[in-house]
């Protein structure tokens, strides 16, 4: 059985596997690497046959995003190659450093508890600061509100070392997600109505509910471009994230008494944000934000199934952060992790 299988999904991405392909091969320490195609209707497919004949291609029938992506593409490797012990899933705009296999591959081997993990997020044009996708780890607050060590809202922290620990996370970043793989499969994989966006923080949450536990690794570092496949302010990506989350919240919150007074709120937060758009006119997410809602109303017979469902799975309670990290960040200042964490 290969121990590890290094799968990059790709779509129209013939930019970013020529100029990061090349570090990932230099640094696999002799693993398979595989180049996911989710029907680019570039040159993606060729480019790689033709420049990097080591790199095993998948080419998948549709683009179903990240998610269905991913679930297609892993499930080919488990059926024709077997099943490796770990996937790790890094973005096609990831530049890997030397080294970043080894440290965390370690810190799962040494813990079979732990399912999903991830190495540190630096921001590829700004090297010393940490980016927005996962950063150093991430979290959920009691609303549903996901931030990371190192970046919280729009304060994004300079890498000085000091989240060079290994610990537990409530999410591990789908930029470059390591995860157990015979546990990606036990849990059904990723949601693939998310299609992008949070995908991996209902994956680690689900995770959690089983008993497992989800880290972060210190020791390893890795660069990300980010907005390769939708930049931060299209206003499909804001449609896809405040979806998302109301799809996260609802399948996984713990307590039903709760639920609906924390959904209401968030609605209610959402159409307080969407009024900012509209002061910078930014009318398109302001429709995407509506357009996210009606999706959302339209989708909880099937996300009250689901919540149903994972309710009678579950083996663990699972901790979310305790505070509003809109009220720690916005009214009480504390623009960090480590001054949030204080409470």
Request: proline share 4%; hydrophobic share 40%; net charge positive.
């Amino acid at each position: 059985m290969n121990t590890i299988a290094i799968v990059i999904l790709n779509y129209n991405g013939q930019p970013f596997l020529a100029k990061f392909l090349p570090t990932v091969l230099a640094n696999t320490d002799g693993h398979t690497v595989y180049v996911a195609d989710s029907a680019s209707t570039d040159s993606s497919v060729s480019f790689v046959r033709t420049h990097f004949p080591t790199v095993r291609i998948i080419e998948l029938p549709r683009n179903e995003g990240y998610a269905g992506g991913y679930n297609l593409a892993l499930e080919h490797i488990r059926t024709n190659y077997g099943l490796p012990a770990y996937y790790v899933l890094p973005n096609s705009d990831i530049e890997v450093t030397p080294g970043w296999l080894s440290p965390v591959i370690r810190l799962m081997e040494a813990n079979p508890n732990i399912a999903a993990c991830q190495p540190k997020i630096r921001s590829y044009s700004e090297r010393e600061f940490f980016e927005h996708a996962g950063a150093a780890g991430g979290f959920v607050d009691w609303l549903g509100y996901i931030f990371c060590r190192g970046r919280v809202f729009a304060t994004f922290e300079k890498d000085q070392g000091q989240y060079d620990d290994n610990r537990p996370v409530f999410w591990a970043t789908g930029a470059c997600l390591f995860v157990r793989a015979d546990v990606f499969h036990q849990v059904g994989g990723f949601d693939a109505s998310f299609f992008a966006h949070m995908e991996e923080i209902d994956l680690c949450w689900r995770f959690q509910r089983l008993g497992y536990e989800v880290w972060t690794c210190g020791q390893s570092t890795v660069y990300h471009v980010g907005g390769g496949t939708l930049h931060k302010s299209n206003p499909h990506k804001t449609y896809l994230n405040y979806r998302n989350s109301l799809f996260m919240l609802y399948k996984n919150w713990p307590a039903d008494v709760w639920l609906w007074p924390k959904i209401l709120l968030r609605l209610v937060l959402d159409g307080i944000s969407s009024i900012l758009f509209m002061q910078l006119g930014e009318w398109a997410d302001v429709g995407a934000i509506l357009r996210a809602h009606f999706a959302f109303y339209g989708q909880l017979p099937t996300l009250h199934r689901q919540r149903k469902q994972l309710r009678t799975q579950q083996r663990a309670s699972v901790k979310l952060y305790q505070y509003s990290i809109v009220w720690q960040y916005f009214l009480k200042g504390k623009k960090t992790f480590s001054e949030m964490e204080k409470g």
